[in-house]
């Protein structure tokens, strides 16, 4: 409950900030090739998962997407610190 109320106002403000922005509908032949590709790979989970295990997939995806957006993270990461004022005496 909590989080949906979250969801709402988070959903609302995004409305109210971005809804000058007018921006043309997507094209249906791309959404089509699109959910035919998603389709593609949800539906074969399972002959996949017959050589990986899905959860595996699932560990394996979040450290390649970690390792490759490490140095960006390492960036932000040090830029927060040096704004902390520390005055260690």
């Known amino acids: 409950m909590i989080l949906e109320a979250i969801m709402t106002l988070c959903t609302g ?3 109210l900030l971005f809804s000058w922005i ?3 509908d ?3 032949g791309a959404k089509t090739a699109i959910d035919t590709y998603m389709s593609l790979i949800f539906d074969n ?4 998962s017959f050589f990986i295990h899905v ?3 699932k560990i394996v995806a979040l ?6 957006a ?3 993270i390492y960036k932000i990461m040090m830029w927060v610190i040096h ?6 005496d």
């Open 13 to 15: 403000v995004i409305q």
């Open 22 to 24: 007018n921006l043309p």
């Open 26 to 28: 997507f094209p249906v």
């Open 45 to 48: 989970l399972d002959f996949l």
């Open 55 to 57: 959860n595996t997939l």
């Open 63 to 68: 450290v390649a997407v970690s390792l490759f």
């Open 70 to 72: 490490f140095e960006h």
């Open 83 to 88: 704004k902390i004022p520390l005055s260690i």
